[in-house]
């Protein structure tokens, strides 16, 4: 976990570093990074930030009060990892009805809007098909 | 570092002697200014491209598997010394290059405080216009007609061949500073005098400045870069320079026209 | 139906999968195996598409006037082919196909951590790819504004018309299907490795994966969102991309790149991951700078989010010393991986093999590709070749060493991990050969041409400026490129008509996927050898040939001693 952690919060660190002299050069040389020129790329370097920071300070919160997981350690053997790893679905049509559904919405902003009548059904089926599945699969 | 002091020496020295490797010398100052900085450039990149492919190609050919039994490799992983080596090197050597990058990119981007000439240049779907003081004009629709103007009817120097001058001819004093206001009617374009090593994107909404000194008289070919639509493959201008006498002449003994508005005769171009 | 997957003992206990077959199977599976096949089978058709576009390109411009196609169908094939080859093949093959396929293997995983979502993604792949081909087939055709589709030209007064917009839908509908493969690479890798598979014991593949999936999560909304404000421009009145209602068009510009430049590089870790994988196991080494390599990885993604307005070097809007700059030191973690790819081959017992040739070929092509991008990250000689064909030749080159080398390094080396049986190595020699004597022919001359001023996306050129002979030159090379995948396809045919089985290990490789059979069980592994060092199944076959640690000059410790305890 702290590995994990680690390599989040470093991407945030990087990227709060980058956006900083990206803004200050910017001014300094003639307003680079203005409203009208470059500003958008601060913006989205601050989203590049958060996209370190917001799970990077979660996994290290989590990180500091967990033992380390046996793929964490380099000692661990195989039988310490042993048992249920987690649960995984079976085969499922509702990835698919669920693609077909947003592609026909999709389409229906080209080729008329009456194709997203099918296309929200099936995306509303599906969302449904898919958590009645998990439901009923118990054990998870 | 040594490379690049020993490449960047002579070639401050010997100036025009240097092999080209396929690019222009530059036709203008700033243009020759890019030229060295490409040349210098190339040679630090055949030295680096050629010891890091003859290592790659030497270790292919002396290291690989004459026979089936062959016996195992030693199985060694780091050697940190090395490792840094190669880190601390190539940083040395781009941090040279961007030095060189930034003293030529100023020169390149200086915009003159007194040009001697400023030429309005707006580009549009499809074709260029020049705007002179004194309200003279010049401008052309997507064509590959050589240039109305001619600058060979004017005592300039010859056109030929004359796929050198299609479309609008930019024409401008030899020998003096013209600064160029660059913008874009519609979409972005492209303007790049190949010969002055020199492009620079017209763009709605933004006026870019730069200037030129091109050296000597002469005809260069020149066309939009940024793709633009249908007809960009046909985007062409080019550039004369003329002897300044003769470019006054020129420039008075044109008709002054009023600026002609853009949009409606784009429009119109296109039915 | 839910069920739950086992972590197996080193104990034989096959699991017994039933499951629907046939085209149910392939509708309704989440199996990441099966999945990643989906994404390589469909990223391949649509690799031969584009390079069909590309070969008619390349015949237009054998004559100036260029007889072909009109100026219309030839600015929508460069368009489609950009498009197609950037967003529907060389990416989805890399982090849809192989990476679904084999990172849950590498670090020893019985599946992808959301298997439907992962179905999803490839559903909405799919959906984009055939989104996008459809374009050519509404009034008006395929969009023709470039892959980059700068606005104001894609707006709907340039480009009307639902070609541009079925084009916008299917980057949309791709953009959701990277993102959820971005997150579904993540969590895997995070939560599903083995034990004893700590972060640096992942193999150099699974390690770029991780990269480039965090690359695709800080890129892929930007694009997404950039789409949609450019569906908003096209439809809903807005001007946020143009001057008339007080918008910024060098906004799209910004917007665009900030995706498109991580992008190269989403495009490029991938298979920089699978030629590290490939040349420590032909060379019977261990990988030379694991660290280092790692390190070096995470260097040139961090670099490449920073330097996205290297594009718009000639825009005369962007800060040029600060992209320059990033731009340029990119250059020294792309050069610490040749050196230990070089060190990996160094005293290495290399086999010459298909894989290992295709790897070679990577390395030349990307190092001709990556010294002219040094010097187009200098703003200078940018504005001399901005927009020429040497920038055409530098990304091919660049591209075709990753995507089509490395790639197909790839698909050789894993073939039989896929099938179970081998691919003929003499027909892949000659596959790698005349792509090779292709790749040099078209893409050097191109170098030239873009030197003496020719302009990239032109379909016709003017006879008598001497670029004629060199254009001719470029197309004989590319069509010898269309050609050598004759070979691949023959290979291909060859092998399914007459399998030559592979066994498990036929490389004598490293990594955790050769462990696992050919091709792997339903939930991938029935055992796991214990994992000591980056390459578990190595020190499974040669506990006599360990890897030696730096500053030891005998031979290496055995597995099982003297492991280090804690965190790695």
Redesign the interface.
């Known amino acids: 976990m702290r590995r994990e952690a680690q390599l989040l919060i470093g991407v945030a660190a990087f990227f709060g570093l980058t956006d900083i002299t990206y803004w200050l050069w910017g001014n300094a040389q003639g307003g680079a990074t203005n409203l009208d020129t470059g500003f958008g790329g601060v913006v989205m370097l601050v989203g590049t930030i958060l996209l370190g920071v917001v799970p990077g300070s979660y996994y290290f919160w989590w990180s500091r009060r967990m033992k380390p997981r046996p793929e964490d350690r380099m000692d661990a053997t195989i039988e310490d990892g042993s048992g249920t790893i987690a649960s995984f679905p079976d085969s499922s049509v509702w990835p698919f009805v669920l693609g077909m559904g947003l592609f026909l919405t999709v389409l229906s902003l080209v080729f008329g809007l009456w194709l997203m009548w099918p296309g929200l059904s099936l995306v509303v089926s599906a969302a449904v098909g898919a958590t009645v599945e998990s439901r009923r699969g118990g054990r998870v | 570092m040594a490379v690049l002091v020993a490449v960047a020496l002579p070639l401050v020295l010997a100036g025009c002697q240097l092999p080209t490797f396929y690019g222009f010398r530059g036709s203008d100052r700033q243009g020759h200014d890019e030229f060295l900085l490409y040349f210098g450039t190339f040679v630090a990149a055949l030295v680096v491209g050629g010891i890091t492919g003859g290592l790659i190609l030497w270790s292919v050919v002396r290291y690989r598997r004459r026979s089936h039994d062959a016996p195992m490799p030693r199985q060694f992983q780091y050697h940190i010394p090395l490792e840094v080596a190669y880190t601390v090197i190539p940083v040395v050597i781009v941090l040279v290059l961007f030095a060189f990058t930034v003293l030529v990119e100023n020169q390149v981007d200086a915009v003159p405080s007194d040009p001697n000439l400023t030429v309005d240049v707006y580009a549009f779907q499809w074709g260029w216009q020049f705007n002179y003081p004194d309200g003279v004009v010049v401008r052309a629709e997507t064509t590959t007609d050589p240039d109305p103007v001619g600058p060979a009817g004017l005592g300039g120097p010859a056109c030929s061949p004359v796929v050198w001058c299609l479309g609008p001819g930019l024409i401008l004093p030899a020998g003096k500073t013209t600064q160029i206001d660059l913008r874009s009617r519609d979409v972005v374009h492209g303007f790049f005098v190949p010969e002055f090593n020199f492009s620079r994107y017209a763009q709605p909404g933004v006026l870019n400045k730069f200037d030129f000194t091109v050296s000597k008289p002469g005809v260069y070919r020149a066309q939009c870069t940024q793709y633009c639509g249908l007809y960009h493959s046909l985007m062409f201008f080019h550039v004369v320079a003329m002897p300044p006498s003769k470019f006054h002449a020129w420039l008075s003994s044109e008709t002054k026209t009023t600026t002609v508005d853009a949009a409606t005769t784009a429009s119109a171009s296109r039915q | ?10 104990v034989e206990h096959p699991e017994h999968h039933e ?2 077959t046939g085209i149910l ?1 392939w ?5 990441h195996k099966v999945i990643g096949m989906n994404y390589i089978v469909t990223s391949l058709v649509m690799f031969f598409f584009a390079g069909i576009m590309a070969l008619i390109m390349r015949a237009q411009l054998t004559s100036p006037s260029g007889a072909v196609v009109s ?2 169908q030839y ?1 929508e094939l460069f368009t489609m082919h950009g498009s197609l080859m950037l967003y529907l093949f060389a990416g989805p093959f890399a982090f849809g196909g192989l990476a679904n396929y084999i990172v849950p293997l590498q670090v020893g ?3 992808m ?1 959301f ?6 993604s ?3 792949f ?2 984009g790819s ?2 996008m081909m459809l374009s050519f087939m ?1 009034a008006g055709g395929a969009a ?3 892959w980059v589709a ?1 606005a ?2 894609s707006e709907a007064t ?2 009307p018309g ?1 070609g541009p ?2 084009w916008i ?1 299917a980057l ?2 791709t953009g959701f299907s990277a993102i959820f493969t971005g997150v579904n690479l993540i969590t895997t890798i ?11 014991r992942m193999p150099l593949f699974t390690w770029n994966m991780l990269v480039t999936a ?1 690359l695709i ?2 890129a892929f ?2 694009l997404t969102a950039a789409m949609v404000l450019l569906w908003c421009d096209r439809h809903f009145g807005t001007h946020i991309y ?2 008339q209602g007080g918008g ?4 799209y510009q ?2 665009f790149w ?1 995706f498109g430049h991580p992008e190269v590089y989403i495009l490029a870790l991938p298979y920089f991951g699978i030629v590290t994988d490939v040349i420590p196991v032909m ?10 390599m790692v390190f070096a990885t ?1 260097a040139i993604a ?1 670099l490449s ?2 330097v ?2 290297h594009h718009m070097f ?9 992209f ?3 731009s ?2 990119i ?2 973690p792309t ?2 991986k ?6 990996t ?8 093999n298909t894989p290992m040739l295709f790897c ?1 070929g990577f ?2 092509a990307f ?2 590709g990556g ?2 991008g ?2 187009l990250a ?4 940018d ?2 070749t ?3 064909y040497f920038v055409v030749a530098h990304f091919h080159q660049v591209l075709m060493g990753t995507a089509v080398f490395a790639g197909f390094a790839g698909f050789y080396f894993w073939y039989p991990k896929f099938f179970g049986r081998m691919l003929s190595d003499r027909l892949g020699k000659l596959h790698f050969w005349f792509l090779f004597i292709g790749f040099w022919v078209t893409f050097m001359p191109q ?2 041409l873009g ?3 020719m ?11 001497g670029w004629q002979n060199l254009n001719i030159a470029s197309t004989v090379g590319a069509f010898i490129i269309g050609f050598s995948f004759v070979f691949f396809l023959v290979n291909l045919w060859v092998s399914w008509r007459k399998p030559v089985p592979a066994g498990d290990n036929p490389w004598d490789a490293h990594a955790l996927e050769w462990f696992a059979t050919s091709p792997p069980v339903h ?1 991938n592994f029935t055992r ?4 000591r060092s980056e390459r578990p199944v190595w020190d499974f076959h ?1 506990p006599d ?6 500053g030891e000059n005998g031979h ?1 410790k055995l597995a099982g001693t003297a ?6």
């Open positions: 139906m839910t069920v739950l997957a086992q972590r197996p003992v080193a499951g629907p199977k509708l309704t599976s989440t199996d100026l219309q600015n995983a019985p599946d951590a298997p439907r979502l992962n179905a999803l490839y559903w909405l799919l959906s055939i989104t509404v023709a504004f470039g700068y104001p030209l340039f480009s639902s917009d079925l839908l949309v509908l995070f939560y599903l490795r083995a034990p004893g598979m700590t972060m640096f965090m999560l800080i909304p930007v143009t001057v910024v068009p060098v906004l910004n917007l900030f060379s019977r080494k261990p990988l030379f700078g694991y660290k280092g995470m961090a989010t920073g996205w307005a000639t825009t005369g809007v962007v800060l040029l010393p600060f320059s700059l990033l340029l030191l250059a020294v050069g610490i040749f050196f230990n790819w070089i060190g081959m160094w005293r290495g017992s290399i086999t010459l070679i390395l030349l190092l001709m010294l002219t040094v010097m200098s703003p200078p000689i504005f001399v901005h927009d020429t170098y030239k030197l003496m001023g302009p990239r996306r032109v379909a016709t050129y003017q006879a008598g400026l939930h796991l050898p214990p994992i040669h040939a360990l890897t030696i640690a730096h290496g492991v280090p305890a804690g965190q790695d």
